[in-house]
């Protein structure tokens, strides 16, 4: 059975795209710890990042650094936190996150009920950042 994860990839549930390329996507969180908060997903299911090739773990590495540019010159937080915590969906995933304090990493915090405008908003703001910084891979809604 597809993961949650993988169904968004696919187009069968909605994601707000910021990445795309031949191995893995990103898009913003629907419950965002923060405005801007993102996902790198590789597209091929991996359900613990121990499992993830070497070579897959250093492209998506080097996408959510590429991406982390984009969150630190688009929302100008104190650092993006980087966090793989893996225990929401069994696929591999790794957290962006544009934060202030160690405490905006808390998935206590994360907002339940995100408006479409505002999450839609923040993935404007990532890509035009992207786009801004010279990259081409930049995903569309």
Known sequence: MPTLFTRIINGELPGRFVWRDERC??????????????????IREVDHWLDAAPDLLTHLM???????????????????????????????????????????LDFANQDLHAKPADLDR?????????????????GER
């Open 25 to 42: 996507v990103a898009f913003v969180s629907i419950h965002p710890l923060r405005p801007g908060h993102t996902l790198v997903v590789p």
């Open 62 to 104: 080097s996408v959510s650094h590429s991406i982390g540019q984009a969150l630190q010159r688009a929302f100008k937080p104190a650092r993006v936190g980087l966090m793989i915590a893996g225990l929401e969906v069994p696929h591999l995933h790794i957290h962006l996150v544009p934060v202030q304090t160690v405490h905006d």
């Open 122 to 138: 923040a993935a404007d703001t990532i890509r035009t950042s992207l786009r801004a910084l010279g990259f081409s891979k930049v």
